[in-house]
């Protein structure tokens, strides 16, 4: 989880924390995603779910 806070943090250019969810509600979450990318990792834990949207310039 360290290893995409950081990635997500450079991307964004200041810290943006993650949250976590219990492990069935992010089951439902995944029925419901407009897509899903499988990779090759084989540590444990390496889910995450990413909401895809528009924040506008002046927010914070």
Same mark, same amino acid.
């Given at each position: 989880q360290k290893e995409v806070?950081?990635?997500?943090?450079?991307?964004?250019?200041?810290?943006? &924390?993650?949250?976590?969810?219990?492990? =069935?509600? #992010? =089951?439902?979450?995944?029925?419901?995603? =407009?897509c899903v990318i499988q990779?090759?990792?084989?540590? #444990?834990?390496?889910? #995450?779910? #990413?909401?895809?949207?528009?924040? &506008? &310039?002046?927010?914070?």
């Open positions: 806070q950081k990635e997500i943090d450079k991307a964004e250019g200041k810290a943006w &924390p993650m949250i976590s969810i219990e492990r =069935y509600a #992010f =089951y439902e979450r995944a029925k419901k995603a =407009y990779t090759g990792e084989r540590r #444990f834990y390496g889910c #995450f779910a #990413f909401r895809k949207g528009v924040i &506008p &310039p002046d927010a914070e």
